[in-house]
């Protein structure tokens, strides 16, 4: 496996990879843009970084973040300037420690262009995710009341 530096010609893999890792909001759609929007729309703005992981030549995981105002969050919102993760493996690769090398690799990017964590939500009944998480270093800041749980990782 490969892991190189994303940008605008991979917009469209990241937003594929979203509803790998958003599928659970695709299907309950609520007020606003969904994570495809929030996510990916004018992809390359200040602040944005993304890692793709390749295999055979193909893609099959992505991992990025993106700085969110206050006035308009993502769905792991800490502060302004703490930049939020997306990260998504294809199911067929899931498992192997993909998930984990692009984790890090992104800490590795952000710590590197001087932030100092990074945020990420999780749905709350995701005991898997939520475990993976923490064992990336990511805690707990905040539980919505409602079906998701906000983490963050201090690099």
């Given at each position: ?51 793709i ?38 199911p ?21 262009e ?42």
């Open positions: 496996m490969v892991i190189r530096r994303g940008g605008r010609q991979d917009v469209r893999f990241l937003r594929d990879m979203l509803h790998h890792a958003y599928y659970w909001r695709e299907r309950e759609p609520g007020e606003g843009p969904g994570p495809v929007a929030l996510y990916v729309k004018g992809w390359g703005r200040p602040g944005d970084t993304a890692l992981a390749i295999e055979d030549g193909f893609p099959v995981g992505a991992a990025w973040y993106r700085l969110f105002r206050r006035d308009q969050p993502g769905y792991g919102f800490v502060d302004e300037e703490t930049p939020e993760l997306a990260i998504a493996v294809v067929s690769r899931r498992g192997r420690g993909l998930g984990d090398a692009l984790v890090n690799a992104l800490c590795e990017r952000a710590r590197a001087g932030h100092r964590a990074l945020s990420l939500s999780v749905e709350r009944d995701n005991d898997a995710l939520v475990s993976f998480y923490e064992k990336q270093s990511f805690a707990r800041v905040h539980e919505d009341g409602g079906d998701s749980v906000t983490l963050r990782r201090d690099l």
